[in-house]
């Protein structure tokens, strides 16, 4: 029984550190991308399902951050609460 707590303690962590690598990455590459306004999409990750808050200014611009975010390593799925706002 030890083993598999303590086995389930170390997934957890893997996880926990799996998703802030995940949150990262996103974020970087949103701010490195001038297609997209990274400071303001606020992305969260849980067990590697990514949710995306925040506005963008237009479909393009919450499609390319939807499309960015699936293509990083170890995303499971992508949530998309982006708004459109047009500045």
Do not use: H
């Not at 029984?1 to 926990?16: F, G, L, T």
């Not at 990514?50 to 990083?72: F, H, P, R, Y």
């Amino acid at each position: 029984k030890e083993s598999s707590a303590a086995s389930d303690v170390y997934k957890r962590q893997d996880n926990d550190l799996t998703d802030a690598k995940i949150t990262t990455v996103i974020t970087t590459r949103f701010l490195f991308d001038s297609e997209v306004g990274g400071t303001d999409i606020d992305v969260d990750t849980d067990n590697g399902v990514v949710t995306l808050n925040g506005s963008v200014e237009s479909e393009a611009e919450k499609q390319l951050a939807v499309k960015i975010a699936k293509n990083a390593e170890d995303v499971r799925d992508v949530v998309d609460k982006l708004a459109i706002v047009a500045e």
